[in-house]
């Protein structure tokens, strides 16, 4: 690939951004970003990116259409600024719970946001475990669809590695992910059975052994926390020892951070693939980096090396 590598943040994911600079050797290129009083938003780049690759971080957290609007900017001002390549490095993509029609008439609003991010310009999306791994196939651009899995088990095994432990999928289509964690742990996997019905999470029976066991609860959101405290809740009275939940995005949507911190669960382990402020930080709650695996993903990706090691 022609060019030299720019690494960019907006405005949602600077502290991760520096990470992958820090794993890169590379400054984060500066960007002025301007908020109108109507809440109208303009990007200025600070410097001459002419025929450079660039790779801007942006995560869908927080307000999440306002995080696209100033992506789909951002995409404009380095089109107009005659990039070689515009790569987006989004960990966390927003609207992924919205990857089909669940009522007649309803969008599929994950689509909508890969053809806005296609049409504004972008060539390459970096992102790490879609809610729904399909969501691929709304692009027609290459996209590198990576993992915070093996990290996360890799502290599990540090962790929990000598105990007897139980990883839980908390619904049906949450078992190819727990299986992932189970296969590295070399542990058996139980299911929790959900009522299949929108805004509602009544469980009504767990499918596998837990009595005995600490529990791990695999998901890939913790939204308002209540799917993770209604899953230890169901797994204490089953007999399991202690519960720990895992997600790679934490969103920590209204009053999440105090469900949790008073919940029975006994550790929340997630990524930073979204960057929680201090007022949504909490004592049960590790943080592992993904900034490493997105780094190594932008070197192969500038090489021209194959990326299915991290795969």
């Known amino acids: 690939m022609a060019g030299k590598m720019k690494l960019f943040s907006v405005t949602s994911e600077r502290p991760l951004a520096t990470k992958i600079a820090d794993y890169l050797d590379i400054p984060l290129c500066e960007v002025e970003l301007q908020k109108f009083s109507d809440g109208e938003v303009k990007v200025n780049i600070e410097e001459s990116i002419r025929g450079t690759n660039a790779y801007v971080v942006q995560s869908m957290n927080a307000n999440v259409n306002e995080r696209l609007m100033e992506l789909l900017i951002m995409v404009d001002a380095l089109k107009r600024a005659s990039v070689h390549s515009i790569n ?19 969008p599929i609003t994950a689509k909508l946001m890969a053809n806005l991010i296609q049409r504004a310009g972008a060539d390459r999306l970096i992102t790490v475990d879609l809610h729904a791994a399909q969501i691929q196939g709304f692009f027609n651009i290459p996209i590198d669809h990576l993992s915070a899995v093996p990290l996360i088990g890799d502290y599990l095994i540090e962790k929990y ?67 993770a405290t209604t899953s230890a809740d169901i797994l204490l009275e089953k007999g399991a ?51 490493r695996i997105l780094g190594r993903a932008i070197e192969g990706v500038q090489e021209n090396r194959s990326l299915h090691p991290l795969f």
């Open 88 to 106: 987006i490095i989004m960990p966390y993509y927003g609207y992924a719970r919205q990857d089909r029609k669940a009522r007649s008439r309803e």
């Open 241 to 291: 020892l202690e519960v720990i939940a895992c997600a790679t995005h934490s969103v920590m949507a209204g009053n999440a951070t105090e469900r949790l911190q008073n919940s029975r669960i006994k550790e929340v382990i997630t990524s930073d693939s979204i960057d929680l402020p201090e007022e949504k930080q909490f004592d049960k709650l590790t943080t592992i980096s993904i900034g």
């Open 161 to 227: 590695g000598n105990e007897d432990v139980v990883v839980v999928a908390p619904d049906h289509s949450g078992v190819v992910r727990a299986r992932r964690i189970a296969d590295r742990l070399n542990a058996p996997i139980a299911i929790l059975n959900r009522k299949p019905r929108p805004h509602e999470d009544e469980i009504m029976s767990v499918i596998g052994d837990v009595k005995g066991k600490v529990a791990i609860v695999v998901d890939d959101i913790i939204d308002t926390g209540v799917r």
